[in-house]
């Protein structure tokens, strides 16, 4: 084949079946090949290298292959039938031989898988035995370690309640200990609570004392703003005092600057000090003014 390749190009040349001969016309037009082959033809085109070019096309029809035909031999085929036949007895016993060493080889692989299985509880059981063998190694070293380390009970009880005694003592001391550092620490607690009460009743105090303060310095602040207007308002009796003192001084014929008569300055000093008690003899004169312009003039003089 390689030959036919190198040689002839076998392997460029196209081959077709029944569907390229029925479009062949369509393949020489199109397809551009120089030769090709289908079912039963062989193919030649040649293209014109002057003018239009034209395409002339031939074809081949292939004659029946006969140096390539093949030829019966009825000896050689009865040899072979024999053969094969020998071949399928030897095939049957091969294959009978070999179903007995599969059995086998089951039977065998069964018979592994239970020495298998039996190695394995054997090591189990051999590793239980290993386990069991140490615990009794150590068992015995601990019989033989308490033995040697036997003691006497009656001395170590006699030990053991000589330690008990001791630590209650301790304990005593320090229940001691602890009451009285509770009763001082209660004493402390009620020193404490005393000076709480006693803050609680300054601050108490304090605050009592401080809206004192607070409305104290609101009242001055009041009676400070009210100041002028008292001020304002004695200045304006002072005035109102000595306009009517110089009213008086000139009723009663006593020029400004004259000392006033014994007698007035007794009848002055036995008036109130006080502005109500002014006010209220003043009150009472007014009544009694009242009750003379009320009477007949008559009467009056009569009286």
């Given at each position: 084949?390689?030959?036919?390749?190198?040689?002839?190009?076998?392997?460029?040349?196209?081959?077709?079946?029944?569907?390229t001969?029925?479009?062949?016309?369509?393949?020489?037009?199109?397809?551009?090949?120089?030769?090709?082959?289908?079912?039963?033809?062989?193919?030649?085109?040649?293209?014109?290298?002057?003018?239009?070019?034209?395409?002339?096309?031939?074809?081949?029809?292939?004659?029946?292959?006969?140096?390539?035909?093949?030829?019966?031999?009825?000896?050689?085929?009865?040899?072979?039938?024999?053969?094969?036949?020998?071949?399928?007895?030897?095939?049957?016993?091969?294959?009978?031989?070999?179903?007995?060493?599969?059995?086998?080889?089951?039977s065998?692989?069964?018979?592994m898988?239970?020495?298998?299985?039996?190695?394995?509880?054997?090591?189990?059981?051999?590793g239980?035995?290993?386990?069991?063998t140490?615990?009794?190694?150590?068992?015995?070293e601990?019989?033989?370690?308490?033995?040697?380390?036997?003691?006497?009970?009656?001395?170590?009880?006699?030990?053991?309640?000589?330690?008990?005694?001791?630590?209650?003592?301790?304990k005593?001391?320090?229940?001691?200990?602890?009451?009285?550092?509770?009763?001082?620490?209660?004493?402390?607690?009620?020193?404490?609570v005393?000076?709480?009460?006693?803050?609680?009743?300054?601050?108490?105090?304090?605050?009592?004392?401080?809206?004192?303060?607070?409305?104290?310095?609101?009242?001055?602040?009041?009676?400070?703003?009210?100041?002028?207007?008292?001020?304002r308002?004695?200045?304006?009796?002072?005035?109102?005092?000595?306009?009517?003192?110089?009213?008086?001084?000139?009723?009663v014929?006593?020029?400004?600057?004259?000392?006033?008569?014994?007698?007035?300055?007794?009848?002055?000093?036995?008036?109130?000090?006080?502005?109500?008690?002014?006010?209220?003899?003043?009150?009472?004169?007014?009544?009694?003014?009242?009750?003379?312009?009320?009477?007949?003039?008559?009467?009056?003089?009569?009286?």
């Open positions: 084949m390689r030959y036919l390749c190198a040689q002839y190009r076998v392997h460029l040349i196209p081959v077709g079946d029944s569907t001969r029925n479009a062949v016309d369509a393949v020489i037009r199109q397809a551009g090949l120089q030769c090709f082959y289908t079912e039963n033809h062989k193919y030649t085109i040649k293209r014109s290298k002057y003018g239009s070019r034209e395409t002339i096309s031939s074809s081949k029809e292939l004659k029946e292959a006969r140096m390539l035909a093949m030829t019966t031999d009825v000896a050689h085929l009865q040899e072979l039938g024999a053969n094969m036949l020998r071949f399928g007895e030897a095939k049957a016993y091969v294959q009978s031989e070999i179903d007995a060493i599969q059995r086998e080889e089951q065998l692989q069964a018979q898988e239970s020495l298998r299985k039996k190695k394995k509880d054997l090591l189990q059981l051999k239980a035995k290993s386990s069991l140490e615990k009794i190694r150590m068992k015995e601990n019989i033989v370690r308490l033995e040697q380390e036997a003691i006497d009970l009656e001395a170590a009880e006699a030990r053991a309640i000589s330690k008990i005694r001791e630590v209650k003592l301790l005593l001391g320090f229940l001691q200990t602890f009451l009285t550092a509770t009763k001082e620490v209660c004493e402390v607690s009620r020193s404490r005393c000076l709480c009460l006693c803050q609680a009743q300054a601050n108490l105090t304090k605050h009592k004392v401080e809206n004192e303060m607070s409305k104290t310095s609101t009242q001055l602040a009041e009676m400070q703003q009210e100041l002028p207007d008292l001020a308002q004695a200045s304006q009796l002072k005035d109102k005092v000595q306009s009517y003192l110089a009213q008086a001084r000139e009723n014929g006593i020029a400004a600057g004259e000392e006033l008569p014994n007698h007035l300055v007794q009848t002055f000093l036995a008036f109130p000090d006080t502005v109500d008690g002014l006010d209220a003899l003043i009150h009472d004169e007014q009544a009694r003014a009242d009750c003379y312009l009320q009477v007949d003039k008559n009467v009056r003089e009569r009286v």
